[in-house]
């Protein structure tokens, strides 16, 4: 499994599925669905693990349950497009808890596209106006709130390696 595109055969493509679908089955839970017994799907686990396939497993959280009830779209616009300028403004947001996804996105007028997640409107504000714009070389910022998931899932399409 080397190189850009891994060869993947049935098994691996299932083993994928169910762990995208919960990442905290256990190897004997993961082998009976796959239909393998307990010690191949182990290797084969390790394999795509060790191919980089499987980055890590994951723990969804409610974020509602939690209090985190207002998700922010940003469109991060910035001042100079260069190499010191982006990876200067990417090392910032990558210490940002709030930050849970971020682009450099072409097709805008933005540079960046973040995703943020916060309490409400007044921690927004503070994340905004005492984090955001204070990072050198941000030179305009335009916020969207999200007002219902309709789609938000963190599953790949397996079924075009089939």
């Known amino acids: 499994m080397t190189g850009e595109t891994a060869r993947l055969d049935g098994h691996d493509l299932r ?6 679908e919960n990442g905290g089955l256990s190897n004997l839970e993961l ?3 796959v239909g393998l017994s307990p ?13 980089g396939i499987i980055q890590g497993r994951v723990v969804v959280l409610d974020r509602k349950k939690l209090g985190l009830d207002l998700t922010v779209i940003l469109q991060i616009a910035m001042d ?15 210490s940002y808890p709030e930050v849970q996804k971020c682009y ?7 540079d960046y596209m973040l995703q943020v997640v916060v309490p409400d409107m007044d921690h927004y504000q503070q994340f905004l106006l005492n984090r955001i714009t204070r990072i050198e ?4 910022v335009h916020s969207s709130f999200v007002m219902r998931r309709v789609i ?3 599953t790949l ?4 390696l089939e």
């Open 15 to 20: 083993i994928l599925h169910h762990l995208q």
């Open 31 to 33: 082998a009976q669905r």
């Open 39 to 51: 010690s191949p799907c182990s290797r084969r686990v390790q394999k795509l693990e060790d191919a």
């Open 80 to 94: 100079r497009h260069t190499p010191e300028r982006f990876e200067n403004f990417e090392q910032k947001v990558m």
């Open 104 to 110: 450099l996105i072409t097709g805008q007028e933005a």
């Open 137 to 140: 070389g941000v030179s305009g």
């Open 152 to 154: 938000d899932k963190m």
């Open 157 to 160: 399409p397996l079924k075009y």
